[in-house]
């Protein structure tokens, strides 16, 4: 299979005051195209900067990571869905979604007609011309996944994106995520301290272990999507994860 992304003995330490603690690793992984890797973990083990490193917001400091070049040979795609939104306040929601294109020079036209075709993905067209004040927090985290979706990149990065919603929303809003993904064969690299969530959308499931952050299990997960949160099979994942999780808290 073909792969997105690839990670080699990835280390980061921070320092401060001159102190230093190592957050990060050796931690070796690869991400497959077209799927979802839910990367779980207590807080503090290194999921956000394990993210922060593929993104490319922070230098490792050791360690390698190779992703592929787009189609269009501009280098590598990659868009990260932030905890928060994120989304600009001055502009509409269209134009937060236009955003990408318009840094990458693309004609209104083609801008707002594909910014239009994401919105719809993701349930919210009506709200185009709204402002991010006034819409609630599980559409603004909508507006934002359309904003990473618009310019197709090659691998979608997602740190704990529904965290901070109700229960109800953030449930929605997963199976939103495993809607599109089936509909365009996205890559994705999921962070979440939520073991039901980890199961409900990966097709394999990383369990990173307390500081300096290390693979504690992989596993893929055997269950067909869309997944049935009540079923046998999916009750299983979640008391074998949570018994693997329970060990690192």
Not at 101 to 115: D, E, I, P, T, V
Not at 127 to 150: E, K
Request: proline share 6%; charged share 25%.
């Amino acid at each position: 299979m073909e792969i997105a992304l690839q990670a080699r003995r990835l280390r980061k330490r921070y320092r401060k005051e001159g102190a230093g603690f190592d957050a990060l690793g050796p931690v070796s992984l690869d991400v497959r195209k077209g799927e979802i890797l839910a990367v779980l973990g207590p807080t503090g083990c290194g999921k956000t900067t394990l993210l922060r490193l593929i993104a490319g917001l922070e230098k490792p400091d050791g360690g390698e990571i190779a992703i592929p070049p787009s189609p269009s040979g501009e280098g590598p795609s990659v868009a990260l869905v932030f905890q928060q939104g994120a989304l600009f306040p001055w502009m509409t929601t269209l134009r937060n979604v236009e955003f990408p294109l318009k840094a990458r020079r693309a004609s209104s036209g083609n801008r707002r007609k594909r910014a239009m075709e994401v919105l719809e993905m993701v349930g919210i067209s009506e709200f185009a011309h709204s402002y991010p004040y006034q819409l609630s927090g599980g559409m603004q985290q909508r507006a934002a996944l359309a904003r990473s979706l618009v310019y197709d990149p090659g691998l979608l990065l997602m740190d704990e994106p529904f965290g901070s919603l109700d229960a109800k929303t953030s449930q929605h809003l997963q199976e939103k995520t495993a809607e599109i993904q089936r509909r365009t064969g996205a890559t994705i690299v999921f962070v979440t301290h939520d073991i039901e969530e980890a199961v409900f959308l990966g097709h394999r499931v990383l369990v990173l272990g307390h500081r300096p952050g290390r693979i504690e299990r992989e596993e893929a997960i055997d269950l067909n999507h869309p997944r049935d949160r009540l079923s046998e099979g999916f009750t299983r994942w979640l008391l074998s994860l949570r018994s693997t999780f329970e060990r690192l808290v």
